[in-house]
């Protein structure tokens, strides 16, 4: 959509402001970010240049106010977007820019709305209201199951009960009705391999979570891709994860913390892939 090495932002900011870019000298307050970002999903798609003025100077952000600029945009765009964004920090004859680049919503996603329920369009350069123009989405009418798989051996590594806690805190934070199932919570007397595809057939996630790299997930996963399910993998930094793995896309963390914010974009991506699907 963009060129967001440095030489396609220098491009874009040399270009000026338009439907589809906006620049601000600094940060912006939480709401007039989410503005923005709403607004250029709801039109055509756009691109958040901070560190450049409304005459295609570039100002620049001091250094040590680039990471925390770069959080608090990525922190907005996945309060209010149901797919992940493009951001990044970059540097242009010495000083830094951070930039948002938002793809339009998809129509079975639009419209969508700030925190306080407001749509908003591009009109030419300007962030503009809008009244009754968009029917209400049914976006979060279907309920969506994910089913977990993943060491539950906390006597080995106490710090899996954390990560289970920030897959259930970051499913909270989505808003979305999406219900967690793990195997060894479900009742009776079954032969565990089968359950577990059985759970797997009624999942329409699954979250795939290497740490210790236990064999059972590598078996639930195979079986998931099998039955074309929508995968989310993920594994703690330094886990070792095998050939016929490591080539998809994982989510690595540090730490709990850092799993549940890398994981909500992820949720909301897989959230609004299940009811497209659903929809064709």
């Known amino acids: 959509m963009f060129d967001t090495t440095p030489d396609g932002i220098a491009k874009i900011i040399a270009e ?5 870019v906006e620049f601000k000298t600094r940060l912006p307050k ?12 709801n039109t055509a798609g756009g691109i958040l240049v901070i560190g450049v003025d409304d005459k295609e100077k570039i100002v620049g952000i001091p250094k040590e106010f680039v990471k925390s ?3 608090a945009v990525r922190k907005i765009a996945t309060s209010v977007l149901f797919y992940p964004v493009d951001s990044a920090a970059v540097d242009i004859n010495g000083k830094s820019v951070v930039f948002v680049v938002v793809p339009k919503a998809a129509s079975h996603l639009s419209p969508i709305t700030t925190s306080h329920g407001e749509v908003y369009q591009r009109q030419q350069s300007n962030t503009v209201r809008v009244e009754d123009k968009f029917p209400t989405p049914n976006l979060t009418e279907k309920e969506v199951v994910a089913f977990v798989a993943m060491s539950f051996r906390d006597e080995e590594d106490p710090a899996l009960v954390d990560y289970y806690r920030a897959i259930e805190r970051a499913i909270k934070a989505t808003k979305l009705p999406i219900k967690l199932n793990r195997v060894d919570l479900v009742e009776g007397d079954y032969e565990i391999s089968q359950r577990v595809m059985d759970e797997i057939d009624k999942a329409d996630v699954v979250i795939s979570d290497f740490t210790l790299n236990s064999r059972n997930v590598y078996f639930e996963l195979g079986y998931a891709r099998g039955t074309k399910k929508r995968i989310i993998q993920s594994a703690r930094k330094g886990t070792e994860l095998e050939f016929d793995i490591k080539t998809w896309r994982t989510l690595f963390y540090r730490n709990a913390t850092e799993f549940e914010e890398k994981l909500i974009p992820s949720l909301q991506t897989a959230y609004a892939d299940v009811v497209a699907n659903d929809a064709s």
């Open 69 to 71: 600029t770069l959080t």
């Open 16 to 20: 000026g402001e338009s439907q589809t």
């Open 30 to 41: 939480g709401d007039d970010i989410a503005r923005i970002i709403v607004s250029f999903a």
